[in-house]
């Protein structure tokens, strides 16, 4: 009876359509950078552009989104992120170019302050079962205001050196050592979603809460984890978003919030089409930001950035609908 | 207003048509005959009852006069004296002066009387203002007309659940006062089963209810499986079984027994219950004193490799028990004990009841049981990830090939690991749910409607995976209202009515007419068992 029940995957053929849904962002990416490099071949098409622009100052984006993706993936929305990581930036450069404290103590505090938002966030939506959309927007308010009060509303320079060197200066085939710190992130997120059963709960939480808790699962203690590491991770993004420009200002770490989203959604179309996945989310990021230089080198003004990072994320998240559609069908 | 009863009792019509006059209605699915040439007629000013197990054809006969079925060709429907052309678009029944209350009451909790009771005018009438004031005003003349003391600003998820089936029944009737008025007809109510889940005061309060609307000079419809209730408020009653019109009856010259003989399609014998011969088999699991949700102090013992059946009315609670015994949801109080073990029922989770070896398949396949976009080994290896857990993280594979190797021994088809569980059929997917819980080997497995929706080839594995957790010396509760069901799997079963045991069913009592019929009779034994006999209550006592 064993015979004939099982089918091989293989032995029914390789289903192109779903290896182009695999890999489409990526084709779309290699599409991109071709069309820069026809239009404007002496600017775009240098390794520089890529070295620095793409793949090193861009770094900041990729950690906050492989944070994100995982309270998205346990079915919640953390909208604190940016806000988390402007903080961040901001009591480095205060505790440590300000007050003069060793650069260690100021990233200890960035990092204890990730885990109380954390918890504060899980605490509101788990304990009194509010919508994670509700209350990280309420959280993410607090913080702007917090952050406009340490500053005076100034923007702070002059933090070690050290941090800088280590960030932005300091290159590795010539892509600065932020670029590798992002991707070490990238590797450990997908060990834990692919290889460990905490990655295994994670997705079972996101997608039936119900079959999760009726399994054993402690939804409370998964969704809670998730948020604090989206808290803390992002809190990293905003120390390295430090070393990256020097200093710390109030207000154009919100910027990311969006990108951050964008790339999360577009990154959920790819590699494991329908599952935020860190890879995805590394190539959407990728993807994004050589749009955008492509259009800034174009000589594009800056608000397409907005157009393109919004257009982005509408388009991602119509994409996986259709992903979705495509399948239901396919099953009748 | 008791009047009405004997009134139209003796069958004399004021206005000759009849309200509903359906002849020759049939319906096949898929080549079984779900309603064979029935005919049901319903006098104006009537209460008329519409009884049958599950399964007899009662929701299919609704479901054509409500449109949502279309009958086989050949069905004849009047209403009023005026023939209606088969099959009714849906909606239609609006513009025939009929009204709808399903058991689920299709009310918004979180919103106001009044804003549920005009929901169906909100929802189609056009106009730029609502004149709040004059509504509000509106609202409590049709609650005063009724005797009902509802406050229109009140929201419907603060009122008790016996204001909520009244609203629901007024707004029904409300509804269709625009048609009544326009084809002067008396308009007709169905009533689908509102009273399982009201206590004994809120079915006299809705009783009222019904005849004040009978007084208004509309025919109801009254679908129920309490005989009682049917004795009670009825002119006359259909009853079906087997998809045909089992009779007829005038209410006032019919006695209970009539009514069960034509439910189950035979008399009842005076029962008595054997005692359960235990032989001296050792108790594996004991439940004691537990009382939470409808269920009120229930005990059993189980023995290992026995399988105890749990079934009952809608509404009586014996499908709550699987999950308030694995803490999926929480009991008042009780305890459980399994080998040695001794767990609080009040304070039990999941996980204490999963590292106690108790396994629990809910009834919603892809609600609470297993998530449909994921793949089989997710599903198959969730509760046993740890087990997985190698020093460099899980073993991808060894997951694969357990998922294989279940998959093989539970049948399921196609056997293809990667493959997501919503992308099998109902019955293999309950085969992978099963084989998910079963790789546990608990103690104690809790299934609730193991075979719904599964097709009858599967069905039988279900089955025979289920003896077979019992072989290997589990003890299994099965919460079912398919006799069929029960009767092939159970060694024992237990019939519940408002929260307690009323009856158990032992050896040669375990066969599908006798639970049937002990289950239509499970409210009057449970009224008998209020006032006072004992006699089941020692039975159990034996464990």
Known sequence: ?332 | MSSSHSDLGTGAPDTSAPALFAEHVSKTFGGEKALSDVAFTVAPREVHGLLGQNGSGKSTLIKILAGFHAPDTGATLQVFGRPVPLPLAPGQFRGLGLAFVHQHLGLMPSLTVLENLMLSELATRAGAYINWARERQRAREVFARFDLDLDPSAKVEDLPQVERALLAIVRAFDDIRGERAAHDTPGILFLDEPTPFLPKEGVSQLFGLVRGIVDEGASVIFVSHDVDEVLEITDRATILRDGRVAGTLETANALYADFVELIIGRRIEAFQAKAHDLRGAEVDVAVSGLTGGTVVDLSADLHPGEVLGLTGLIGSGFDEVPYLLFGASRAVSGTLKIHDKSYDLHDISPQRAMEGGIALLPGDRLGSAGVGDLTLIDNITLPVLSSFHGLTGLKRRAMRRRTSELGREFDVRPNVPERELESLSGGNQQKVLLAKWMQTSPSLMLLDEPTQGVDVGARQQVFEAIRDVAEQGAAVICASTDYGQLAAICDRVLIFARGRVVRELVGSDVTKDRIAEQTVLSLALGNQGEAGTTGHSTEQVHG
């Open chain 1, 1 to 332: 009876m064993a015979e004939g029940t099982e089918v091989s995957a293989k032995e029914k053929g390789v289903d192109w359509l779903l290896v182009l849904e695999k890999y489409a962002l990526i084709l779309a990416w290699i599409a991109l950078i071709v069309v820069f490099a026809f239009v404007a071949p002496s600017s775009f098409l240098q390794w520089p552009t890529f070295s620095s622009i793409i793949f090193g100052s861009q770094a900041v984006l990729v950690v906050l989104t492989l944070g994100l993706i995982i309270p998205l993936t346990a079915g919640d929305f953390d909208v604190s992120v940016a806000a988390v990581l402007t903080f961040s930036a901001m009591i480095l450069a205060v505790l440590n170019a300000k007050m003069g404290l060793p650069l260690w103590q100021a990233v200890l505090a960035c990092l204890a302050m990730g885990l109380i938002v954390g918890f504060l966030n899980a605490f509101f939506i788990i304990f009194f079962r509010i919508h994670s959309l509700i209350v990280t927007l309420g959280t993410a308010s607090v913080i702007q205001g917090l952050i406009l009060w340490i500053s005076s509303s100034q923007t702070l320079s002059g933090v070690s050196p050290g941090l800088i060197d280590w960030v932005i200066v300091n290159r590795l085939f010539d892509i600065p050592l932020a670029f590798y710190y992002a991707m070490a992130l990238g590797v450990i997120i997908w060990y834990v979603f692919e290889f460990t059963p905490i990655g295994r709960r994670l997705l079972f939480v996101g997608r039936g809460r119900e079959v999760a808790r009726l399994s054993g699962i402690s939804v409370v203690r998964v969704r809670g984890v998730a948020l604090v590491a989206s808290s803390v991770i992002a809190t990293l993004a905003g120390i390295i978003n430090v070393g990256t420009t020097g200093g710390a200002d109030p207000l154009s770490g919100l910027t990311f919030l969006l990108p951050a989203f964008a790339a999360a959604f577009l990154g959920a179309t790819s590699i494991v089409p329908g599952r935020f996945n860190p890879l995805g989310s590394i190539i959407a990021v990728f993807f994004l930001v050589t749009g955008i230089t492509g259009l800034n080198f174009l000589g594009v003004d800056t608000f397409v950035q907005n157009m393109f990072n919004g257009a982005a994320l509408i388009l991602a998240v119509s994409l996986s609908q259709l992903v979705r559609g495509r399948k239901e069908q396919g099953l009748t």
